[in-house]
């Protein structure tokens, strides 16, 4: 069954003052896009966190009895890997000159200050508040707003406070933004499965599109929630889009996780940052269909072992950028477009055919709609190994698992789906039991199905779980027509008596009060 999930509080919904924060920030947004404004806000509470923390320590320092410490010794704040926050940047300042016209320039001068004396923060943060188009008074009842908020206190960072709030807006900003916001955001519950799926306890994690950093928080995440130690993973990721990769550095800095994160504008197809590194681990959420991936300048790349993908579609060079970093007992999940599982145009079908001839396919998830907030192109989660018989766990050669899960999730609202801890379990657990780390695998009708590859050559090589897993077995009915329609009628006749009594009931309340029907 692997090791059992750590409950989370909330699965992303229902959440109480992240969603009151948002409404009131957003208020203030007036004509700015989202994509502009999502830097303002960001920006915002990173530097209200850092400076939470520091002035923990500061105080901590200020107060000693034995007055061995200096508060303004940067020296005591780099021994406890706490960012240095000089006077003009910590929120009491700005806070106090928050109603000033030029409360711009002081947050602009604040981060550059930040960034000054913390090198690793050097090119990360935003510095264009000053900007005319911004309306100074909005930004000033912003800060007002993010300071009614402890964020990097010992009991906030206790509650992942930051955590709950930072992830729930650039949820909001994906919603706001529509198609581009899902360039830098993967749905919590995606990412989660990926990760509980994968178990990175120990080793090389990697992302060569890694967004806002989602994946690498929730492994360590996933990490401290089974008591391992986050030391013991190595964080690798690569970014294109410059202002994504500050996101992901702030998201990252705020949890105090060590990274090597790149950022090119080439992206990793055309220059890829880490091109010596195998990884033990690989979590990613690739564009979907990308067809402006400059693949026509590609076509003789080494990494294309099992064929050269289309110039017109990045799916099978995504599959085999990461197929190529993985180390030789290295596993990778990733999320796809669906017509990777099927597609045959332009040698696609060819390139996954000999994916899975070469035995590297070692298990396909079939999700539901309506999980991304920026697409409604149905989606699937790939799980490749490199070595499936030299590992950790059961020599799985020549199989693959599938799992349909496509009924799975609950609506949040209208347009989106999550898919809940129970559920996020059942997947994980299972691929668990079927890759032999405890627990009894068997095929369930309907959901999965250990399949051969002489099976997966009959259906021509296409990996959708619906044409493995079968349909399943539906509640035979044995209420006769003439007793179901009894029963059926002497309910309705029941509740149509009720809304009569209802309706009178009613019609006296509107009376009361001077009304009639």
Not at 24 to 31: E, G, P, Q
Not at 401 to 412: E, Q, Y
């Amino acid at each position: 069954m692997g090791i059992p999930m750590a409950k989370s509080n909330n699965n992303g919904a229902n959440l109480g003052f992240e969603q009151k924060l948002w409404q009131a920030a957003d208020k203030m947004r007036n004509n700015m896009d989202a994509a502009e404004y999502k830097h303002v806000v960001l920006g915002l509470i990173f530097l209200k966190y850092i400076s939470d923390v520091f002035k923990e320590v500061y105080n901590e320092l200020k107060n000693d009895p034995e007055k061995l410490s200096e508060p303004e010794d940067k020296d005591e704040y780099k021994s406890r890997n706490v960012f240095w926050v000089p006077s003009k940047a910590r929120w009491d300042y700005l806070q106090k000159n928050a109603k000033q016209p030029i409360i711009g320039k002081f947050v602009d001068d604040a981060m550059d200050a930040i960034e000054r004396d913390n090198p690793s923060l050097k090119g990360v943060l935003p510095k264009n508040y000053a900007r005319e188009a911004l309306d100074k008074q909005r930004l000033g009842e912003l800060i007002d707003l993010i300071g009614t908020i402890g964020l990097g206190d010992s009991e906030s960072k206790s509650k992942d406070i930051l955590g709950r709030v930072y992830e729930y807006f650039l949820g909001q900003f994906a919603d706001a933004e529509g198609k581009k916001g899902g360039q830098f955001y993967t749905p919590r519950s995606i990412v989660k499965l990926l990760v509980e799926m994968l178990e990175p306890y120990k080793g090389r994690v990697f992302d060569p599109c890694c967004g806002s950093g989602g994946m690498f928080v929730q492994s360590e995440r996933f990490v401290k929630e089974h008591r391992g130690k986050i030391n013991d993973l190595s964080i690798y990721g690569q970014e294109s889009n410059q202002t994504t990769w500050r996101l992901c550095k702030m998201n990252l800095a705020i949890r105090g996780i060590d990274s090597n994160i790149q950022w090119n504008n080439e992206g990793s197809f055309l220059h890829d940052a880490h091109k010596d590194l195998k990884a033990d681990f690989i979590l990613a959420n690739p564009p979907f269909n990308d067809s402006d991936w400059k693949g026509e300048l590609l076509r003789n790349d080494g990494r294309w072992k099992f064929g050269a993908p289309p110039a017109g579609n990045a799916n099978f060079a995504w599959v085999q950028h990461f197929i190529h970093h993985l180390a030789p007992s290295g596993i990778a999940g990733f999320v796809l477009a669906n017509g990777s599982m099927s597609s045959n145009t332009s040698g696609e079908g060819e390139i996954r055919k000999n994916i899975i001839e070469a035995d590297i396919v070692d298990c396909m998830v079939a999700l539901p709609s309506q999980l991304f907030y920026n697409t409604m192109i149905p989606a699937c989660l790939w799980f490749t190994a490199r070595d499936k018989s030299n590992h950790k766990f059961r020599n799985r050669k020549g199989e693959v698992l599938f799992i349909d899960a496509r009924k799975m999730g609950i609506l949040v609202d209208r347009r989106h789906r999550e898919l809940t801890y129970e559920e996020i379990k059942k997947i994980s657990s299972t691929y668990h039991a079927w890759r032999g780390e405890g627990g009894k695998y068997s095929d369930i009708l309907g959901f999965c199905k250990s399949a051969k590859l002489d099976e997966i050559r009959k259906h021509e090589h296409i990996l959708t779980p619906g044409r493995y897993v079968g349909a399943e077995e539906e509640e035979e009915d044995t209420e006769g027509f003439d007793l179901k329609m009894k029963r059926l009628t002497a309910e309705l006749a029941k509740q149509m008596e009720e809304g009569k009594k209802l309706d009178i009931e009613i019609k006296k309340n509107l009376e009361k009060i001077g009304f009639r029907l």
